[in-house]
């Protein structure tokens, strides 16, 4: 049943990329986008990850996916008569590219010899306190990070 | 020889402890009370925010001088402030020290002067230090990415200026891809190893031998390898140097091609010596071929250069690749060379583009190598800082550019890399052209210009006056310095 599931899942996750890649239009783009970060979430709740599905939902097709529409509205590219489909000169580098990529990792899979370090399931109080605790100076890091871009971004963006 | 080994002697502090931060809790404090202060004073009192941020730095010197010998860390070893990190903070002040007294008057004069640059300055400082103290894959990361975000807003700074929007926008977009490099490495590395922590990557390794036949692991190496040499603008990495170079504000050129490169070093050394000595071999070989391509790269394409900002661009290429036969070496002549070569390179590469924010004016920078036509008659002292700035550049004894080759080249021949330190000496002797040109045109040509708008304000002038006292001090008598970089490492 799972390894159905997970087929399943991983062909729609696939074919939604496809598209997301090939749509001319930006706004479909995106929710071809949407559509495979959700089948991906499944994928990780198939894992015995609901976090990471959590997460993969909240961040990837929760914030991440507004401020991509938001970046198009401000652009205003909504516009698919303006934009050129690539030509075969953009795509062939790109899909060597994509073979080298997928050939290095599938040998990378294959010819592991050694087994992962061991992994558990941490509950969201565990991440917590790792998150807070262990990883606090760095939490304090962005913190202040995103401070100073804020700062950066009004400066470029002031009328003059 | 065990180098940048975790101290024996530790102020052990597994939690919370600020000792380990303390030059980044300092600067990062006065950070964000200069942004308080930039809000209620008016744009002929911006001048006062340069000052408060000196004084800044001063103090922050004084913290990273007083840690000095105490190593602590800190933070469940996420950072840890030793010997090697407070000699790269210090390297980190000074370059920021000599771009804030250089940064006044080119802001006045372009007319963008606007109080942010200062608290920016300061928190890239921030971020460089992270990236030195880090024993974390994580707080080596954040830190670039503070340094990173801080300096492609510097780069762009200059609104009203196309071709500093130009270098923004480019070094943005390019500077996100390379972070996507090490990042990449960086998760491949954890997924092989189960940890974050350098030393804690080192040991799994060590116990777990058979992890060095992971493709993972390889490819991990390779992938932080790439984001490192983007930061460090090193062959074949290097093509955004000259154009963000060219067109951000000439004190941000300067502070970004001495400070982040220093840092970038300081987190490259830490990651590979520390975490996969176990490679050493593998990285090696591959740094060998970096070095070489970097230094040829640099200098051959520095000599057709006729804009003198891009010139040093390529020359700022070219003195990664020499730093690089000092990290190939990988023995301590050669790492303490690193050490050493980056702090005089701050003051001899500050010190020169103190001189081309001089030269120029407004609406026209004058950065054509022939603009410098009788500068050096009409301009005598101006002339000799300058001509002493570029001989240290080209690696002419009794400058520090000198000692400083030296130990990098006598590292790589002690490692054995005769051949490696040959190609780096032949380079250099390449570059001596394209440095001594600007002084032919200095010296030996007519005055076009009266140069006559020149104006040397005392903060610009002090910083002539250290970059020169940094250059011919530790030329002429290296081994304080030297002695400091050697203990930096072996502690």
């Given at each position: 049943?799972e390894?159905?599931?997970f087929?399943?899942?991983a ?29 991906l979430?499944?994928i990780f709740y198939l894992l015995a990850a609901p976090m990471i599905a959590?997460f993969e ?44 990529i997928a050939?290095a990792a599938v040998t990378a899979i294959t010819l592991r010899t050694t087994t992962a370090p061991a992994t558990r399931v941490i509950g969201?109080?565990e991440f917590?306190?790792a998150?807070?605790?262990r ?26 | ?135 974390d894959l994580m ?44 990042l990449y490495g960086m998760a491949l590395i954890y997924g092989s190893t189960g940890t974050t922590r350098v030393a804690a990557i080192a040991s799994y390794i060590s116990q777990n031998g058979m992890v060095l036949s992971n493709p993972m692991l390889v490819a991990g190496m390779l992938l932080m ?50 975490a996969l000595?176990a490679m ?212």
């Amino acid at each position: 049943m799972e390894q159905y599931l997970f087929y399943i899942l991983a062909a729609a996750m696939l074919i939604a990329t496809v598209f997301a890649i090939t749509e001319k239009h930006p706004v479909h783009a995106i929710v071809y986008l949407v559509t495979s970060f959700f089948a991906l979430a499944a994928i990780f709740y198939l894992l015995a990850a609901p976090m990471i599905a959590a997460f993969e939902v909240i961040i990837y097709a929760g914030a991440v996916m507004v401020l991509f529409l938001f970046v198009i509205m401000m652009l205003d590219l909504g516009h698919p008569e303006k934009a050129a489909r690539p030509g075969i000169g953009h795509w062939l580098p790109a899909m060597v590219l994509g073979v080298v990529i997928a050939a290095a990792a599938v040998t990378a899979i294959t010819l592991r010899t050694t087994t992962a370090p061991a992994t558990r399931v941490i509950g969201i109080k565990e991440f917590s306190v790792a998150l807070f605790q262990r990883y606090g100076v760095a939490i304090e890091i962005i913190s202040m990070q995103l401070l100073f871009a804020v700062v950066g971004a009004l400066y470029l963006g002031r009328k003059r | 020889m065990d180098m940048l080994q975790f101290p024996a002697n530790i102020a052990a502090a597994a939690g919370v402890n600020f000792a380990a931060i303390m030059p980044e809790v300092i600067l990062s404090v006065i950070a964000m009370a200069l942004l308080l202060v930039n809000v209620f004073i008016n744009s002929e009192q911006k001048a006062y925010l340069g000052y408060l941020s000196l004084i800044g730095i001063v103090v922050t010197f004084f913290s990273v001088v007083s840690g000095w010998g105490a190593p602590q860390s800190g933070f469940n070893n996420s950072v840890l402030q030793d010997n090697f990190s407070l000699f790269f903070k210090g390297t980190f002040l000074v370059s920021a020290f000599l771009t804030i007294l250089i940064t006044d008057q080119y802001l006045k004069r372009e007319e963008c002067n606007w109080g942010e640059i200062y608290p920016l300055i300061l928190f890239a400082t921030v971020g460089m230090m992270l990236m030195a103290s880090g024993t974390d894959l994580m707080t080596i990361f954040l830190g670039l990415e503070v340094l990173s975000v801080s300096l492609y807003v510097l780069a762009g700074f200059n609104r009203a200026n196309l071709k500093s929007n130009e270098a923004g926008l480019k070094y943005f977009l390019l500077g996100a891809f390379s972070t996507g490099f090490l990042l990449y490495g960086m998760a491949l590395i954890y997924g092989s190893t189960g940890t974050t922590r350098v030393a804690a990557i080192a040991s799994y390794i060590s116990q777990n031998g058979m992890v060095l036949s992971n493709p993972m692991l390889v490819a991990g190496m390779l992938l932080m390898a790439v984001g490192f040499s983007f930061k460090i603008a090193a062959a074949p990495f290097h093509m955004w140097t000259p154009d963000v170079y060219e067109g951000a504000p000439t004190p941000m050129t300067a502070f970004m091609s001495v400070g982040p490169k220093a840092a970038g070093f300081a987190a490259f050394l830490r990651v590979f010596i520390v975490a996969l000595p176990a490679m050493k071999a593998d990285w090696s070989e591959l740094l060998w071929v970096l070095a070489v391509l970097t230094m040829t790269v640099g200098n051959i394409t520095a000599l057709k250069q006729t804009n003198i900002k891009r010139m040093l661009a390529y020359s700022s290429i070219a003195h990664a690749g020499y730093v690089l036969v000092g990290f190939t070496a990988g023995n301590a002549v050669g790492t303490a060379g690193v050490l050493f070569y980056m702090l005089s390179y701050a003051f001899m590469n500050i010190g020169a583009f103190a001189i081309i924010v001089l030269v120029g004016r407004k609406g026209e920078e004058n950065n054509n190598v022939s603009d410098y036509a009788g500068f050096g008659f009409k301009h005598p002292v101006l002339g000799m800082c300058m001509s002493i700035f570029l001989f240290s550049l080209a690696g002419i004894p009794p400058a520090a550019g000198f000692i400083g080759k030296f130990y990098l080249f006598s590292g790589a021949i002690q490692a054995g890399y005769v051949w490696l330190a040959i190609i780096g000496v032949l380079n250099s002797a390449a570059s001596v052209y394209y440095y001594l040109r600007v002084m032919v045109f200095m010296y030996m040509k007519d005055p076009t210009e009266e140069f006559d708008w020149l104006a040397v304000s005392p903060s610009l002038a002090l910083c002539l006056l250290l970059s020169v006292a940094g250059v011919l001090i530790p030329g002429i008598v290296p081994g304080t310095l030297l002695d400091l970089a050697q203990k930096a490492i072996l502690m």
